[in-house]
């Protein structure tokens, strides 16, 4: 599916630009011509080379289902971008990222993607609303389109940094057997999302250094602000992945803790047992002249001995702290 949007000579938004007012429009049109292609049909990839004469490596790049790092290529009179957003149905089950390709010119904007792409359809929508992206030039609408790809990454920052608190009060409160699987799929994720920010500031940085012709200065500072951005993102992702370090170390603790505890109390039952079964074992030798061993009262006096050390060893641990 093909949509695009453009400004006619009145300044008024027109949709559905036929390949012949693109091709006016690429030889000294003002203002911006977005075309976007979602899932495209092999016809309509093959405008791309013949309306846009777009190179066909990066037409390739563009279609291609295959994993692409971000990046962005200098082809003289336009640059290819490639960048990632992520797919919010199915976060925070599993973080998976959609490829979003942008072909930048001097008054265009190419977008190619496969599937629904939610920072498309925002800005897209917003250019139909009153077409001021389009007016003040195609490096604006390009920043409009990369800066509503960054916002829509906070949400999932937020999502794993509430997911990290919660966890902290779990373990302060009850730390439960979940919390190690539950830290590690939260550092899987900040981990995805490193991954993911890292070469997406690489390649916004370059653009805010007009390192290309189709960016103006005024522009430039625009995309330094969504670099800040995304500067931002990373640190708060890293100390998302801090925080979840630091929980699972306190859980790790807070287990220690407990088995202590357990191996204190089992240790403490074993010293008072140890000379009540001394006791026993001496008073049940065979021997003849055992004290007591003939008096009706030796069960009773052995059973008072036993219960003497009992409260005597307790009240020791009790001084001593161990209780």
């Not at 979940?178 to 830290?183: G, M």
């Not at 998302?240 to 807070?254: E, F, K, P, S």
Request: with cysteine; net charge negative.
């Amino acid at each position: 599916m093909i949509r695009s949007c453009a400004l006619d000579a009145m300044g008024r938004v027109v949709q559905e630009v036929s390949p012949t007012q693109i091709i006016a429009h690429l030889l000294g049109g003002e203002g911006a011509l977005w075309a976007d292609f979602q899932s495209p049909e092999p016809q309509e990839i093959a405008l791309l080379t013949q309306v846009f004469k777009f190179h066909p490596l990066t037409i390739e790049d563009a279609v291609s289902r295959r994993y692409h790092h971000p990046k962005v290529d200098d082809l003289a009179d336009h640059i290819f971008i490639i960048t990632h957003e992520i797919d919010h149905d199915k976060f925070p089950h599993s973080l998976e990222t959609e490829e979003l390709a942008l072909f930048l010119g001097r008054n265009y904007v190419v977008t190619v993607h496969w599937g629904a792409s939610k920072s498309v359809d925002l800005v897209f929508e917003g250019c139909l609303r009153d077409g001021r992206s389009l007016s003040h030039g195609a490096d604006f609408l390009a920043h409009r389109i990369l800066d509503t790809v960054v916002d829509n990454y906070l949400p999932a920052v937020d999502l794993l940094e509430d997911r990290v608190r919660s966890l902290e009060l779990a373990v302060l409160r009850e730390p439960r057997r979940d919390v190690t699987p539950n830290v590690l799929e939260v550092q899987k994720q900040a981990f995805a999302l490193k991954r993911m920010l890292t070469p997406e500031t690489e390649v916004v940085r370059r653009l805010s250094r007009r390192e290309f012709s189709v960016i103006q200065a005024r522009t430039a500072l625009y995309f330094r602000d969504v670099f800040d951005h995304l500067m931002r993102l990373s640190d708060f992702v890293q100390s998302i992945d801090d925080r979840a370090d630091a929980t699972l170390r306190l859980y790790l603790a807070a287990l220690s803790n407990r088995v202590n505890d357990v191996v204190k109390v089992l240790s403490i039952v074993a010293a008072i047992f140890l000379p009540l079964n001394l006791v026993a074992s001496i008073w049940g030798m065979t021997f003849v002249n055992l004290p007591l061993r003939d008096s009706p009262y030796g069960f009773a006096a052995i059973m008072g001995i036993m219960l003497v050390i009992m409260v005597v060893m307790l009240l020791v641990f009790r001084w001593r702290k161990w209780l």
